[in-house]
Structures are given as structure tokens and as C-alpha cells.
């Protein structure tokens, strides 16, 4: 099986999947979103190609890639980020398996669209208030109280800021008006300085790490100095793994990093569900082959794909 893992530079996950899809026969090329060129129409059709590997030749009927990958989608300018989801689209629509599909990365790469759908889902999330204008936000961080502050696209805990005094919002808030920002304002929720990170992968749960914050940090995420520390079953609990499953299933992924903060109140909440997640954490606390398991998913549904596909020629 011909395999394409889309990044902008290679790096440790790219590593550790090349290196999974080739103890399991396969081979993967590791390929740059910044060197995707596309060629529409034309005599010989259209055509997908990122640094000379072609990805689609002659369209649907054409050769193609049997299966993408992608590791990250790249920050850039608004059409630079929205081609690459077309990308994306485009692969799939032309019969290449993508790992995680392009509709659940755009629902978790936007986290007001995610918490949105984990409600609709009747999964417990903070009160959140989305809003334009500065006023509204400031009024919502008054009702609310403490808050989280969040970009509505980030990672790796990037750009969140902890507020809990409306004159110190105010000022916070006033200054990012001047950049034309949506404000994702969201309720702090009260609890003990960690959080649970459940990998989920083929709808089961893969593991699962506690997420301690550093010290002088009230942010947990292990690229920000966080503990990680293993939770093995049964430390995870079953209401736990039912949360991460269903946060999963409620943004159609096949794989995802599902973040859980327990509250002093008694509920846990999800706070969030990431489509391309970050694993070095979890691996190297559980010692489970991550990138093992993400291979194995994505083989498994092309596996399927082939012999519905074989179905309905017979």
C-alpha cells in the first residue's frame, strides 16, 4: 500500500509512523503541504503532486495514493489553510482513504464548532460564550467569572489567557479588539492542577495519561513543561472511557486526543477533542507504539474500503 503522511516538516510523529507502516509492509513518504501542486483538467487530467510524488494522476480513474495522513495543517494565510483542507476533500472525494477525513479536522481544528457538537452530543462541557464584539465578551466574563480566554484555532495550550478580574479583562480584551478577533470565552472550572488526556483509536481506548501542570503554571499540556503520568485500566475510569468515546464519535474521527478535566463540582468535563493529536507524552509514559496503533486504524479502514469497493464490482 502506497501511504503519504502530509506535514510541513518532518519531525517525531512522522518518524514513528514511517517507521509503523513499514514493519507492517507498507511504505509511507512524508510529504509537504507547502509543495502540493494541483493541475486541473487538461489533456492528461487532473493531477495532485507534492515534491515530484504524484498523490492523484488522471483523476478518480487515475493512479493515486491509497492512503493520506495528515500529521498537521500548517498556519498560513486564509487561502493557504483552506486549500489544504481542499486538499483533503479533494483525496477523499477521488477515492483515497484520509486518516483523520478532512471533515473531522475542520470540526476539531475550530474549537467553537467542537464545543458546539460535544453539546449537541449531551456531553458535559464549561458554559462558553462565542462572540464579536468586545462588549459582549466582557459582559460574559462578568456572568461567568473566572474564565479561559482561548483562540478559536490553537494547540499545545498556545494563546490561552486566565482572567478573573473584569478590569484586568476589560484591558486584555480592548487590545485583542484591535486584531478583529472571535472570542471564544469560556468558564474556568474549578479542580486539582490535572487533567486526563484518553487516546481513542478505532473507537476503543488506546490509553490514557494524567496531565499534571508544571509548577508556577496552571496550564497542564506536556509541551508546556506538564507531568504526564500513565493511567492504566482500571485507573481510567469507565465513565472516563465512555466520555472520550463519545466526544470521538460526536466529531466522526477515526483517531483523536480527547482532553478531560475533572471538577471539584463532581462532573467532568470535555474540554477538548484534537483530530491530529500530539502523542510523544502519552508513548513515553505508557510505553504503548502509538503510531502503531494509528497505523493500524488507518490500514484497517482502507482494508474495508478495498472489499466494499471489491463488493460492489463482483
Not at 511504505?27 to 501542486?37: K, T
Not at 467569572?145 to 478559536?152: A, C, D, H, R, S
Not at 490535572?194 to 508544571?214: N, Q
Not at 475510569?237 to 465512555?242: E, K, L, P, Q
Request: glycine share 12%; proline share 5%.
Amino acid at each position: 500500500m502506497r501511504v503519504a503522511i502530509l506535514c510541513s516538516r518532518p519531525g517525531w510523529h512522522t518518524t514513528g509512523l514511517v517507521e509503523a507502516f513499514s514493519r507492517r509492509g507498507h511504505i509511507a513518504v512524508v510529504l509537504p503541504y507547502e509543495r502540493l501542486v494541483a493541475t486541473i483538467g487538461g489533456a492528461s487530467g487532473s493531477t495532485l503532486t507534492a515534491d515530484g510524488t504524484p498523490l492523484l494522476a488522471g483523476g478518480p480513474g487515475g493512479a493515486h495514493v491509497d492512503l493520506v495522513l495528515p500529521r498537521i495543517i500548517p498556519g498560513g494565510s486564509l487561502e493557504q489553510v483552506i486549500a489544504r483542507v481542499d486538499t483533503l476533500h479533494w483525496l477523499e472525494a477521488s477515492g483515497v482513504r484520509v486518516v483523520n477525513p478532512p471533515r473531522a479536522i475542520e470540526r476539531c481544528v475550530d474549537k467553537f464548532y467542537t464545543t458546539a457538537l460535544l453539546a449537541r452530543a449531551g456531553l458535559p462541557v464549561p458554559e462558553t460564550t462565542v462572540c464579536q464584539r468586545v462588549d459582549d465578551a466582557i459582559a460574559a466574563v462578568r456572568r461567568l467569572g473566572q474564565v479561559v480566554l482561548k483562540p478559536i484555532f490553537g494547540a499545545m495550550g498556545q494563546g490561552l489567557v486566565r482572567l478573573d478580574d473584569p478590569d484586568v479583562a476589560w484591558r486584555v480584551l480592548r487590545t485583542l479588539d484591535l486584531t478583529r478577533p472571535v472570542y471564544y470565552v469560556q468558564q474556568a472550572i474549578a479542580h486539582d492542577g490535572w487533567d486526563v488526556r484518553v487516546f481513542v483509536a478505532g473507537g476503543r481506548v488506546v490509553g490514557a495519561i494524567r496531565r499534571h501542570a508544571a509548577e508556577g503554571e496552571w496550564r497542564t499540556n506536556v509541551a508546556r513543561g506538564g507531568r504526564a503520568e500513565a493511567l492504566d485500566p482500571p485507573g481510567l475510569s469507565d465513565d472516563w472511557a465512555s466520555l472520550a468515546l463519545a466526544a470521538t464519535a460526536a466529531v466522526g474521527a477515526d483517531y483523536a486526543g480527547v482532553d478531560l478535566l475533572p471538577g471539584r463540582d463532581g462532573q467532568t468535563y470535555v474540554l477538548e477533542v484534537n483530530a491530529i493529536p500530539a502523542w510523544r507524552g502519552l508513548q513515553e509514559a505508557t510505553g504503548i507504539d502509538v503510531a502503531g496503533q494509528v497505523a493500524d486504524v488507518a490500514l484497517a479502514g482502507s482494508a474495508a474500503t478495498d472489499a466494499r469497493a471489491s463488493g460492489a464490482r463482483s
